[in-house]
């Protein structure tokens, strides 16, 4: 039980700091990413720098983990199994970035910039709410 | 000469900083799109709820750290930001992951199966908007 009230601190408190790194970051504007997507055009480069610190600082933790028999708070990681490469993953990877580049927004940004109240925003969210619930009933149809 | 990225390379390293919380504390995964898909399932409630609320609290953080709201513009209009909506969270569950599992966790892990997903959702997206801008968009 206490684990899983420390469980939660940890994941609030990982959520914000998430948080303030996308508005810091600039990311949380659909312009400067579909900037960023924009290769052949006027080309914004700072996508690139978010995603580098990102994967360099996560590379620390992914070393430090391969080091630790347990995380902190739980018993096992949970990390995921998955290793081949299959048209599910590339499809579903390249539906995903032709909404990236149509909004401009990715699930991340799109749900830490619901706190500034902007209606199109509202209305991603709950489409891509509808589009996971569609997703994972259609999957469950024919896995059943 | 000044460098105009730090803002991008320490926010990033933030999102970094906020992954490795999550990995080594709670060993799970910050990939957004896996968060907000198992909320939906209604799978580990309350740490992913915690998640999603941190997540919102992030840029009125900002705000009252820096004393303006981090800019947001967005262009597109309503029945494309709908469209693009349910294309992410259909793809992103359809592929297991989006910028953050992939992108992040996946890169900073040598996954072999991130990389692939990372260059599928990239190329489509500087496809769309190429497309989108000569459109005239």
Do not use: E, K, N, Q
């Given at each position: 039980m206490t684990n899983r009230i420390s469980q939660g601190a940890v994941a609030l408190g990982a959520g914000a700091v998430f948080g303030i790194g996308l508005s810091l970051s600039g990311m949380l504007d659909p312009a400067r990413v579909q900037g960023f997507l924009d290769v052949f055009g006027a080309w914004d480069p700072s996508l690139a720098f978010v995603l580098g610190g990102a994967v360099a600082v996560a590379m620390i933790g992914m070393m430090l983990m391969r080091r630790m028999v347990r995380p902190m708070l739980d018993t096992v990681f949970h990390l995921p199994t998955a290793t081949k490469i299959d048209a599910r993953l590339v499809t579903g990877s390249a539906i995903f970035g032709v909404g990236w580049g149509l909004a401009g927004l990715c699930p991340g940004p799109a749900l830490s910039a619901l706190s500034l109240g902007l209606m199109p925003v509202v209305a991603f969210v709950v489409a891509m709410v509808i589009g996971m619930v569609v997703h994972d009933r259609l999957a469950q149809g024919r896995s059943a | 000469m000044t460098f105009p990225y730090w803002p991008s390379l320490l926010g990033?390293?933030?999102?970094?900083?906020?992954?490795?919380?999550l990995l080594l504390l709670n060993g799970r995964i910050a990939g957004v799109s896996g968060i907000a898909g198992r909320l939906v399932q209604g799978a580990q409630l309350s740490a992913n709820a915690a998640f999603v609320i941190g997540l919102v609290m992030g840029p009125p953080i900002y705000l009252v750290l820096f004393g303006h709201w981090p800019v947001v513009t967005i262009t597109?209009?309503?029945?494309?930001?709908?469209?693009?909506?349910?294309?992410?969270g259909f793809g992103t569950r359809m592929g297991s992951g989006c910028t953050s599992g992939h992108g992040v966790l996946g890169l900073a892990?040598?996954?072999?199966?991130?990389?692939?997903?990372?260059?599928?959702?990239?190329?489509?997206?500087?496809?769309t908007v190429t497309l989108m801008r000569m459109a005239g968009q």
């Open positions: - | 990033g390293m933030l999102i970094g900083l906020s992954a490795t919380m597109a209009s309503m029945p494309t930001i709908v469209i693009a909506g349910l294309l992410v892990g040598f996954s072999r199966r991130s990389m692939a997903a990372v260059v599928a959702f990239l190329l489509a997206g500087i496809l």
